[in-house]
Nanobody, 126 residues
Framework: QVQLVESGGDLVQPGGSLSLSCAAS????????MGWFRQAPGKQRELVAQ???????TYADSVKGRFTISRDNAKYTVHLQMSSLKPEDTAVYYC????????????????????WGQGTQVTVSS
């Protein structure tokens, strides 16, 4: 089973920067889409940024120009570089991987969809 582990969450002052990382593991052959979502207290989980295996990116309007998503296809990692952070960026940030091809036996692959990490807390406060 595919597992995702996030790291990098922290307390940062407004205007500061922070980098999040997520590593996927589990006999992975390929991952179509990797991304970051966030959930603030009392709010629904929302998309922050996504990136496909061929490098196409999508960003929430609220983070465009401030956040940058990148991935390493060979290492099955995804990163989120956040700058000009605002208090409203405070949330638990979750890593997501969708359409993950895993090798279950020689020459045989299966697909896992919509896998989530455990989340990492980002707090923007003075």
């Amino acid at each position: 089973q595919v597992q995702l582990v996030e790291s990098g969450g922290d307390l940062v002052q407004p205007g500061g920067s922070l980098s999040l990382s997520c590593a996927a593991s589990g006999n992975i052959f390929s991952i179509k889409t990797m991304g970051w979502f966030r959930q603030a207290p009392g709010k629904q989980r929302e998309l922050v940024a996504q990136i496909t295996s061929d490098g196409r990116t999508t960003y929430a309007d609220s983070v465009k120009g401030r956040f940058t998503i990148s991935r390493d296809n060979a290492k099955y990692t995804v990163h989120l570089q956040m700058s000009s952070l605002k208090p409203e960026d405070t949330a638990v940030y979750y890593c997501n991987a969708d359409e993950v091809a895993v090798t279950i036996a020689w020459g045989i692959r299966a697909y896992e969809y919509d896998r989530w990490g455990q989340g990492t807390q980002v707090t923007v406060s003075s």
